[in-house]
T-cell receptor
Framework: EAQVTQNPRYLITVTGKKLTVTCSQN?????MSWYRQDPGLGLRQIYY???????DKGDVPEGYKVSRKEKRNFPLILESPSPNQTSLYFC???????????FGSGTRLTVV | KQEVTQIPAALSVPEGENLVLNCSFT??????LQWFRQDPGKGLTSLLL?????REQTSGRLNASLDKSSGRSTLYIAASQPGDSATYLC????????????FGKGTKLSVIP
């Protein structure tokens, strides 16, 4: 089944403790992206990647890092999480000729 | 910078009614427009994708239209059902390689039995 898989689904952590949210797609898509969703603000793009080793900032990149060493994986790294990064995070992918974007099921992150 | 607006923010209708959700965008230089459905606390489910060269797309009881020149799209839901209750998001694809998505804040739909 074609899908985008995020892990973990839920995560509670403490301020300053580094964490990684993984994202993997099995559709050989070139493009991958991370979004965060907050009440009243909607979905905002954090980082995106056009292909392996090609990444760029979205609208709200501060406090996040990404890497794209393999086509299928696009992890989101929070080096020193803060409470304002408490949010619902989504990974998405799209390839040339694909019928739209495919989103993962989301990761609900709470930073205390 | 592309901005996407969805009106209304919330909508409540009785079961069986036909309804229209609206989406407008500020920059008409788009590559595609996609409608999603999101259930509370869940992920996004793609409903319809309209390429910039298309005027509409249909899937079952759903029909989405696109008017690039006026910066508008509508999602028409026929014969609404309680299972249609969800938040509907409009997202516009623009920017490098047509892959960057800008989202509206959504319309929360409640279909009353």
């Amino acid at each position: 089944e074609a899908q985008v898989t995020q892990n973990p689904r839920y995560l509670i952590t403490v301020t300053g403790k580094k964490l990684t949210v993984t994202c993997s797609q099995n559709m050989n898509h070139e493009y991958m992206s991370w979004y965060r969703q907050d009440p009243g603000l909607g979905l905002r793009q954090i980082y995106y990647s056009m292909n392996v080793e090609v990444t760029d900032k979205g609208d709200v990149p501060e406090g996040y890092k990404v890497s794209r060493k393999e086509k299928r994986n696009f992890p989101l790294i929070l080096e020193s999480p803060s409470p304002n990064q408490t949010s619902l995070y989504f990974c998405a992918s799209m390839g040339q000729g694909a019928l739209g974007y495919t989103f993962g099921s989301g990761t609900r992150l709470t930073v205390v | 910078k592309q901005e996407v607006t969805q009106i209304p923010a919330a909508l409540s209708v009785p079961e069986g009614e036909n309804l229209v959700l609206n989406c407008s965008f500020t920059d008409s230089a788009i590559y595609n427009l996609q409608w999603f459905r999101q259930d509370p606390g869940k992920g996004l489910t793609s409903l319809l994708l309209i390429q910039s060269s298309q005027r509409e797309q249909t899937s079952g009881r759903l029909n989405a239209s696109l008017d690039k020149s006026s910066g508008r799209s509508t999602l028409y839901i026929a014969a609404s059902q309680p299972g249609d209750s969800a938040t509907y998001l409009c997202a516009v694809g623009s920017g490098a390689g047509s892959y960057q998505l800008t989202f509206g804040k959504g319309t929360k739909l409640s279909v009353i039995p």
